[in-house]
């Protein structure tokens, strides 16, 4: 009994230097960045536990193996064969029933920490998100709104209803902690409640495509002040770009191609638009063409026609856009000077 007692106070300590040890590196709770949302409470509480369990199971394994290497070696001149057990039944029976509710513990607290961060709230705000190679894209449905930045007033429950239009992409603010997928033909929801005003950004979770590591946006969490102005300031530039020019670049965003083709001459995916309208364009074949209406016509419809010398015409898929849609964006584009 006395091995028992020892060894019992030994791993009680060992636990509890190897919490203290992943803390201190910032294993147990400060290798997260900060929580900002209400949904990253349970997800921290329950990975902090986690870690409890995980160093005593460490220490239930070191300590006795380290203890009985030690104090029941063979010492010097000893011959003979150890003692023989046949077996213990009250140990076994303790060491599978103990971690049974140990199992189901966890259970409970991971379904408890999930109801947590599913809860809806009747009255949060309804965003659409669309993630496209290699963009996002954030649509208010109530204000008629499009926009490159995801902002989020703080302290209300915000459900983000997300459509990918290629390939399965995955929503993820570390600041946040949940994670989402978004797959294609199919809307997913993140439902998330921000509680620190703060600039935080989304990343794509999900390796899709060469230009992954750059897939990430502006997640804004405002007070709700500053997001009503944010609101306002939106819906005015909206009500003001009601000429072909605006509905052009409304749509660029919309559909992601800003996030392939820059407007300021910095190289992206695909060629900057900058400057585009009636330059020469070097093709891979070797020929060349003057960048008219027709050709961004046709880029737009059939993007593996023609292949500009440096990019790669199969990374753009091709839209499905009216013909009044194409005049407009061509007119955007042409303000690119």
Not at 31 to 49: E, G, K
Not at 298 to 316: K, L
Request: charged share 20%; proline share 4%; aromatic share 10%.
């Amino acid at each position: 009994m006395r091995h028992f007692i020892i060894v019992g106070i030994l791993v009680i300590v060992m636990a509890i230097l190897t919490y203290v040890g992943l803390d201190v590196a910032g294993i147990a709770t400060q290798m997260h960045p900060i929580a900002a949302s209400l949904q990253s409470v349970s997800i921290d509480w329950l990975w902090n536990r986690e870690i409890i369990a995980i160093s005593f199971l460490f220490a239930l394994i070191i300590v006795p193996m380290t203890y009985s290497l030690i104090v029941f070696r063979r010492r010097k001149g000893e011959t003979g064969d150890g003692e023989h057990f046949e077996g213990n039944t009250t140990l076994e029976i303790t060491w599978t029933v103990l971690p049974l509710f140990a199992v189901l513990a966890f259970a409970y607290m991971g379904a408890y920490s999930l109801g947590e961060i599913n809860r809806v709230d009747p009255d949060a705000l309804v965003i659409k998100v669309k993630a496209q190679q290699f963009t996002w894209t954030f649509e208010y449905p109530e204000y008629e709104i499009v926009s490159k930045e995801l902002h989020l007033p703080v302290d209300q429950q915000v459900v983000l209803k997300m459509e990918s239009g290629d390939v399965i992409h995955s929503f993820w603010v570390p600041e946040f902690r949940v994670k989402q997928d978004v797959v294609p033909g199919r809307v997913t929801e993140y439902r998330i409640t921000p509680t620190l005003v703060g600039d935080y950004k989304v990343r794509c979770a999900e390796l899709c495509g060469a230009s992954h590591y750059s897939m990430e946006n502006l997640v804004i969490v405002n007070t709700q002040a500053d997001y009503d102005a944010w609101i306002a300031e939106q819906r005015a530039i909206a009500a003001a770009s009601q000429t072909p020019e605006g509905r052009g670049q409304l749509l660029t965003v919309k559909n992601g191609c800003i996030g392939c083709h820059s407007v300021d001459g910095s190289k992206l995916v695909g060629p900057s638009w900058q400057g585009i309208d009636g330059s020469t364009r070097d093709f891979a074949d070797g020929t060349s063409a003057i960048a008219d209406d027709a050709y961004i016509i046709e880029s737009i419809r059939n993007p593996q026609a023609r292949e500009v010398t440096g990019f790669s015409p199969s990374s753009m898929p091709p839209y499905t856009l009216t013909d009044e849609e194409i005049a407009n964006i061509i007119a955007y584009i042409k303000t690119l000077k």
